[in-house]
């Protein structure tokens, strides 16, 4: 199981672009083929996806990124002489905001992964969100408009059943 993830962490720098790239593509499609002064209104549940799985790919391949930027094999040491920082050195990590500090004895820490990674990450979590919700939203509207309800008409012997109903 843990192979399973490390393997996802390894190419989530690689697939996430992909996956965004190809929402991105589709969601252009869709916007092109909308009439031109149709006004605001929500968009549609599957725009909504579409706008998730954008967000999504954004936020996992940028928190796969920050998380494999501090990734050592050897040692800690080896990591942090190879970003060029000096001296004996402790990693220190947080996963949520993602960090990974090479801590020199003196308290000087070098940040390891880079400024734009946690905006990134928070950003598409929030987009992802709003993009669910929205989804849902319209999703019940639709399913509760007047237009999809259909008034049911008992039936029963000719005669008996209310025909203005």
């Given at each position: 199981?843990?192979s399973?993830?490390?393997i996802t ?25 909308r ?14 996806a ?7 790919a954004?936020?996992f ?15 800690p ?10 001296g004996?050195h ?34 598409g979590l ?10 849902t ?21 000719p ?6 109903a």
């Amino acid at each position: 199981m843990a192979s399973l993830l490390f393997i996802t962490l390894v190419f989530a720098p690689i697939l996430a672009p992909c996956a965004f790239v190809a929402a991105a593509v589709a969601l252009a499609r869709r916007v092109r083929r909308r009439l031109p002064g149709s006004g605001w209104h929500l968009p549609s549940v599957t725009t909504c996806a579409l706008v998730a799985v954008m967000a999504g790919a954004a936020a996992f391949g940028a928190y796969a990124w920050g998380v494999m930027s501090g990734f050592y094999i050897l040692d800690p040491d080896q990591m942090c002489a190879a970003w060029g920082v000096e001296g004996d050195h402790i990693v220190t990590r947080e996963t949520l905001p993602v960090s990974a500090q090479c801590v020199t004895s003196d308290g000087v820490g070098t940040e390891l992964v880079a400024g734009w990674v946690n905006p990134v990450i928070f950003t598409g979590l929030a987009l992802l969100v709003l993009a669910l919700m929205t989804g849902t939203v319209t999703g019940v509207r639709r399913l509760l408009s007047p237009a999809m309800t259909q008034r049911v008409v008992p039936l029963g012997p000719p005669g008996t059943r209310d025909e203005n109903a």
